[in-house]
């Protein structure tokens, strides 16, 4: 399983942070380290709304691990994007898919004001309530997660494990049993179920 981390448009730090309490789940055998390729998009600035530098991106890094991944499009990904970078993610997603590629699933973080569809599992993760219901209005999945109480924007991608909130079943509008944890709880719920799917 590939895991691809697209940024938005923010100090290079948030993502380091988020990388290493990703790579930390990873580690501590929260999914399997040696199954799990983690690839982060390196694009700046306006290149992270790019679908199409994304899916550059993903062609080459798939390829160069063509060895571990096998045939490259049939390798499941998995998108994680933040902020203006899920607008870039979501096209590469459909276009990756279009190209007989297979994406497991997309976690769209903080991408207030962007519609998400495609036919692959979509989930958003907001850092209030507000961003959380006006967001799912332009297309979400079933579990979905948002900050309770509110935080800071990018504080949802620099330290995601502090984060406390509620995942929510959209589908139905009802809080799961289990609805509090924290945003990297979350997170790695949804990456532990497409691992084992």
């Known amino acids: 399983m590939s895991i691809i981390i697209c940024p938005g448009i923010h100090e290079s ?12 789940m990873v580690s501590n055998g929260a999914i399997d380290y040696n199954a799990a390729n983690i690839l982060i998009y390196p694009g700046k600035d306006v290149l992270v709304l790019s679908a199409f530098h ?5 062609c080459v890094s798939v390829a160069h691990r063509r060895y ?3 045939d490259q ?3 499941p990904i998995i998108f994680i994007s933040f902020s203006a970078g899920v607008v870039g993610a979501i096209g590469a ?7 007989g590629g297979r994406v497991k699933a997309f976690i769209a973080i903080d991408g ?3 519609p998400l569809q495609g036919n692959f599992p979509i ?3 907001s850092h209030d309530y507000f961003t959380h219901w006006s967001s799912c209005l332009l297309g979400s999945g079933q579990n979905n997660f948002y900050a309770q109480p509110a935080v800071d924007h990018l504080c949802m991608w620099k330290s995601p494990q502090t984060v406390q909130g509620w995942w929510v079943d959209s589908s139905i509008g009802i809080f799961p049993p289990k609805g509090h944890l924290t945003a990297s709880e979350f997170l790695l719920m949804l990456l532990k179920r497409y691992e084992a799917n």
């Not at 730090?13 to 930390?24: A, H, I, M």
């Not at 997603?93 to 190209?99: G, V």
């Open 13 to 24: 730090n948030l993502t380091e942070s988020f990388k290493v309490g990703l790579l930390d």
């Open 54 to 58: 994304i899916l550059q991106f993903l």
């Open 68 to 70: 571990r991944l096998g």
């Open 73 to 75: 499009l049939k390798s």
């Open 93 to 99: 997603a459909c276009l990756w898919q279009l190209l």
């Open 112 to 114: 207030w004001g962007v």
């Open 123 to 125: 989930h958003r993760m």
